[in-house]
């Protein structure tokens, strides 16, 4: 059974740009969530997902945002980069609402902004 | 809102013998899920052991288990046999019951190091 894949792997990219980050989950997974990953605040829940419906958001700003699929697939969406933004984005995929077996993660993408 | 606190920012053990990593949170719920992931190099976050909070017992996966204390908002980790393949740095994490839209609340993590 192939894992949670994440594409890209790594993406540098310039202040003021926008970028969107890819996540697959487990097949037959409903239910996709974001972490961001930094040294300084660690991680930290950006939004989840389930049947293409934002069910929560963490406390970040507007420019970021996401979206599920019709198959789970969930991107996410980060616009008018700063230069905090660099982290590891982390996705996490996990059956439905309901129970909470565990979430399986990605190995995230790394995004260093210039 | 719910807090995870890891006190122990590193931690060094010797091959073969046993560490026990901290972990306490602050929560007014009454049900919830706590877990221990694992991430190595390679940045996956990897389950190690998942509790629920209305079990008593405590969860054990092989070498590893939990001492779950529920009135003292406490859940550590105990590593027994350390293994080379144990290195990484750990993360207590706490979700709400209730489908979890809130996602997982994480603390700081605990760097453990496996001396040969």
């Known amino acids: 059974k192939a894992g949670v894949t994440q594409t890209p792997r790594y993406l540098i990219k310039t202040r003021g740009q926008q970028v969107t980050l890819s996540c697959s989950p487990i097949?037959?997974?409903?239910?996709v969530s974001w972490y961001q990953q930094t040294p300084g605040q660690g991680l930290q829940f950006l939004f989840e997902?389930?049947?293409?419906?934002?069910?929560n958001k963490g406390n970040f700003p507007g420019r970021f945002s996401g979206r599920q699929f019709s198959n789970s697939r969930s991107e996410m969406n980060v616009s008018t980069l700063e230069l905090g933004d660099s982290a590891l984005y982390l996705c996490?995929?996990?059956?439905?609402?309901?129970?909470?077996?565990?979430?399986?993660f990605g190995s995230g993408t790394r995004l260093t902004v210039v | 809102a719910q807090t995870v606190t890891q006190s122990q920012p590193e931690m060094s053990v010797q091959e073969a013998e046993t560490v026990t990593l901290s972990c306490t949170y602050d929560?007014?719920?009454?049900?919830?899920?706590l877990f221990w992931y694992k991430q190595p190099p390679s940045r996956q976050m990897i389950l190690v052991i998942r509790?629920?909070?209305?079990?008593?017992q405590n969860a054990t996966e092989n070498r590893f288990s939990v001492n779950f204390q529920k009135a003292a908002k406490s859940f550590s980790l105990k590593i027994s046999d350390s293994q080379l393949g144990d290195a990484a740095m750990y993360f207590c994490?706490?979700?709400?019951?209730?489908?979890?839209?809130?996602?997982?609340?994480f603390g700081k993590g605990t760097h453990l190091i496996i001396q040969p």
């Open positions: 997902y389930f049947s293409e419906t934002q069910r």
């Open positions: 996490a995929s996990r059956v439905a609402a309901g129970t909470i077996y565990g979430y399986t």
């Open positions: 929560t007014s719920e009454s049900d919830y899920y």
């Open positions: 994490a706490y979700a709400n019951s209730g489908g979890g839209a809130d996602g997982l609340t």
């Open positions: 509790q629920e909070a209305y079990k008593q």
């Open positions: 097949s037959g997974h409903r239910s």
